[in-house]
């Protein structure tokens, strides 16, 4: 199966409940956005030629044109990989993607996505269109109930062709995508990033710490170590910037004390400067009279 194009319900229509149709079998079909939907998961509950519920999948690279909805992400968290099934050439290729891709890099500044579960590992198999091979077995189990009930066990496996060698060029045949993805790497590498939000959650921290190889309890160790050194670091930053913040404040009332002082002492107010003062306002109201008479 390989998957070209996902329609967002933006470009289905004014409605998700409008119908489209499609011809099987030469008999007319009507379908809603939500039976697409649900036929990205049904049909691979169909057998296929060898009557096996076995699957190639493919998605190809095409899809980053539009936003990719998150129900499809939702898809992927059932039928889609982890970087778990990559071999060591491509895992090696993924820690070097993830530092530099410009589509990580905007979707850390998109707060509908940034905290997505594996969005990197979803992104790096769409974007080098790196195929797998999907499969469910049946199995009967028991509800939390004790009530026996038939339930899916769904796998995932790198698709191994890509890491054997074809015996006329003595290579892989995966050669040509690894040194795509390089490639791809090398140019990332030139572009101007904008600053990475930094996600400090608990979820965040186990999904870096997961994918990176090593004693898992000494990286946590490490981990805590530099918050610590932080914490410790900004406590230092922030008393030294509220001591001098209470030494300017201190500075600043000084200032506006001095400031508010006259230059010069104020005279005090005698009896004879009064008695002038009372004979020009008599003079001035004596003027505005004879105005007004004329």
């Known amino acids: 199966m390989i998957i070209k194009q996902i329609i967002s319900i933006e470009d289905w229509g004014i409605s998700s409940m409008k119908e489209r149709q499609i011809s099987l079998n030469k008999i007319p079909t009507n379908f809603t956005y939500w039976d697409y939907i649900n036929a990205f998961s049904k049909v691979l509950y169909y057998n296929n030629e060898r009557h096996k519920h076995t699957w190639f999948i493919k998605v190809c690279a095409k899809v980053f044109v539009d936003p990719i909805p998150n129900w499809f992400l939702n898809w992927w968290s059932y039928h889609g990989p982890t970087i778990k099934i990559l071999p060591d050439p491509f895992l090696k290729l ?14 850390y500044h998109s707060e509908h996505v ?44 790198f698709w191994d062709k890509l890491m054997k060698k074809d015996p006329m060029t003595k290579s892989l045949y995966g050669q040509e995508l690894l040194d795509s993805i390089s490639q791809r790497i090398q140019d990332y590498g030139t572009i101007p990033h904008k600053e990475i939000i930094t996600d400090n959650s608990v979820k965040h921290i186990a999904r870096r710490v997961s994918i990176q190889d090593g004693n898992k309890e000494e990286m946590i160790k490490e981990y805590l170590d530099e918050i610590r050194r932080n914490l410790l670091l900004n406590i230092t930053h922030y008393e030294k910037l509220d001591t001098s913040m209470r030494s300017e404040t201190s ?44």
Not at 97 to 104: E, F, G, H, R, Y
Not at 115 to 139: A, D, G, L, N, V
Not at 265 to 287: F, H, Q, Y
């Open 251 to 294: 500075d600043d009332i000084a200032d506006d004390a001095q400031e508010a002082q006259p230059c010069e002492s104020a005279k005090p107010m005698t009896e004879d400067m009064l008695s002038k003062a009372e004979g020009l306002l008599r003079e001035l109201k004596k003027k505005d009279k004879m105005t007004i008479i004329d």
């Open 114 to 157: 940034c905290y997505i579960e594996q969005i990197e590992q979803i992104y790096f198999f769409i974007e080098f269109s790196i195929p797998w091979i999907h499969k469910w077995t049946p199995k009967v189990g028991f509800t939390e109930e004790q009530i026996s009930c038939l339930y899916r066990i769904y796998y995932n496996n």
């Open 94 to 107: 993924y820690k070097n993607w993830v530092k530099v891709s410009p589509n990580l890099n905007d979707l």
